[in-house]
């Protein structure tokens, strides 16, 4: 399995852009880094998944350089209920399930 | 389409005592997965289905710990008996293969041992 290391909490200001970096070193050639979004006394959401370069959807981007031994969700603008824990995983390509560490508690102030 | 559907919502019973979490997962998924998640913590795997057969319950504390998932569509979890340390929230999960990386929890069942 991947280490995972992302940061413990991160704050931000409303309409700011943030980037949560996840480092996962020994990533191996299959896997791919998803990052799944968890709001208070919900479960956690998948919200975006990539292998490499760049994915982009309606919630989110991660950006993937070439070694594939970080990688970074960039949340455009974020508002107050942007706030939860973001979760940095690398499942075993083709497997389930996901380990889940702590994530990153970000906090979205107005 | 439904969502994942946990009950109950809150549950709140003494130690000893004995409690179950019922799940329904979205309609043909074949993969269930059953996670606990501590305060402040990501969550913790216990059990995994694929259809009706458990294929890992290594993290499942199986003195006190037991689930089914009979015709392989929705799973009861159950803890007999309950003691202090089993407060937590207890999360069902599912997908449509093992192999997508892609899960859909469910909002999850609070239990609070007194």
Known sequence: LAKITQPISMDS???QEVNITCSHNNIATNDYITWYQ???S???RFIIQGYKTKVTNE???LFIPADRKSSTLSLPR???SDTAVYYCLVPPAGNTPLVFGKGTRLSVIA | EAGVVQSPRYKIIEKKQPVAFWCNPISGHNTLYWYLQNLGQGPELLI???NEEAVDDSQLPKDRFSAERLK???STLKIQPAELGDSAVYLCASSRDRG???LFFGEGSRLTVL
Do not use: I, K
Request: aromatic share 12%; proline share 8%.
């Open chain 1, 13 to 15: 200001y409303e309409g």
């Open chain 1, 38 to 40: 968890q709001f208070p």
């Open chain 1, 42 to 44: 919900q479960g956690p």
């Open chain 1, 59 to 61: 919630v989110a981007s």
């Open chain 1, 78 to 80: 974020v508002s107050l």
């Open chain 2, 48 to 50: 995994r289905y694929e």
């Open chain 2, 72 to 74: 392989g569509v929705d």
């Open chain 2, 100 to 102: 997508t990386g892609e």
